[in-house]
T-cell receptor, first 112, second 112 residues
Framework: GENVEQHPSTLSVQEGDSAVIKCTYS??????FPWYKQELGKRPQLIID???NVGEKKDQRIAVTLNKTAKHFSLHITETQPEDSAVYFC???????????WGAGTKLIIKP | DTAVSQTPKYLVTQMGNDKSIKCEQN?????MYWYKQDSKKFLKIMFS???????INETVPNRFSPKSPDKAHLNLHINSLELGDSAVYFC???????????FGPGTRLTVL
C-alpha cells in the first residue's frame, strides 16, 4: 500500500546550524505535501506545505523542496533556534480521498 | 474562539468499559478526522468523514465508531476498551481534501 518514509528519526543540531528532514512517498497520485510541527504535549500544527506543481516553497527560515520524479520532499530549517525543538511530521495526500499518509516523525533537538 | 475543541482532555477508565470523546469545530469545515497517537508518537489516521462519506482505516477495530450529529461535530465511541487503546486521540478538521488540517488539543486516554 501507500506509505511515507521519513528520515532521520532523531536529529540533533547546534543552535544556528541548518536542519534537513527528508521524506519519500510511494503514491504517484499524491499531489499535496504538508509538514507539521508538534511541540511536547501540544497538538500538531502546519508549518509549511507544497503542491505538486511547485518545486520549492520558502517561508522565512523554513523551506520545502519537492522532487516528483524521485518522489521525495524535504524540510529545510536554517539558523535553528531553541524553539525549533519539536517533532516534525511529513505527510502526503492519498490518491483521491481526504486522508493523508503520515511519516513516522523526526525529533529535532537544538543544542545550545 | 477555539477552532477545534475536544472533551475530555484526560480520560482514565477500566478495561471493558465503553467511552466517548467529543469533538467540535467552529471553522465551517466540511471534513473531520480522528487520529490515534501512541507512545512512540506515530500519528495514525483512524477515520475521515466528509459530507456523510466515512472512510475507515482498515486496521481500526470495529470497537471504534465515529458518530457525526452534524457537520461541526464528530464524536468517537469506543466499546470494550483494551489496554492497547491507551493513547492520545486527536480530532482534526479541514476545508477540503489536500488542505490544512487543524487539530484539536488531544484527549489522553488511559485504560487500566
Amino acid at each position: 500500500g501507500e506509505n511515507v518514509e521519513q528520515h532521520p528519526s532523531t536529529l540533533s543540531v547546534q543552535e544556528g546550524d541548518s536542519a534537513v528532514i527528508k521524506c519519500t512517498y510511494s503514491d504517484s497520485a499524491s499531489n499535496y505535501f504538508p509538514w507539521y510541527k508538534q511541540e511536547l504535549g501540544k497538538r500538531p500544527q502546519l508549518i509549511i506545505d507544497i503542491r505538486s506543481n511547485v518545486g520549492e516553497k520558502k517561508d522565512q527560515r523554513i523551506a520545502v523542496t519537492l522532487n516528483k520524479t524521485a518522489k521525495h520532499f524535504s524540510l529545510h530549517i536554517t539558523e535553528t533556534q531553541p524553539e525549533d525543538s519539536a517533532v516534525y511530521f511529513c505527510a502526503a495526500s492519498k490518491g483521491g480521498n481526504y486522508q493523508l499518509i503520515w511519516g513516522a516523525g523526526t525529533k529535532l533537538i537544538i543544542k545550545p | 474562539d477555539t477552532a477545534v475543541s475536544q472533551t475530555p482532555k484526560y480520560l482514565v477508565t477500566q478495561m471493558g468499559n465503553d467511552k466517548s470523546i467529543k469533538c467540535e469545530q467552529n471553522l465551517g469545515h466540511d471534513t473531520m478526522y480522528w487520529y490515534k497517537q501512541d507512545s512512540k508518537k506515530f500519528l495514525k489516521i483512524m477515520f475521515s468523514y466528509n459530507n456523510k462519506e466515512l472512510i475507515i482505516n482498515e486496521t481500526v477495530p470495529n470497537r471504534f465508531s465515529p458518530k457525526s450529529p452534524d457537520k461541526a461535530h464528530l464524536n468517537l465511541h469506543i466499546n470494550s476498551l483494551e489496554l492497547g487503546d491507551s493513547a492520545v486521540y486527536f480530532c482534526a478538521s479541514s476545508q477540503d481534501r489536500a488542505t490544512t488540517q487543524y487539530f484539536g488539543p488531544g484527549t489522553r486516554l488511559t485504560v487500566l
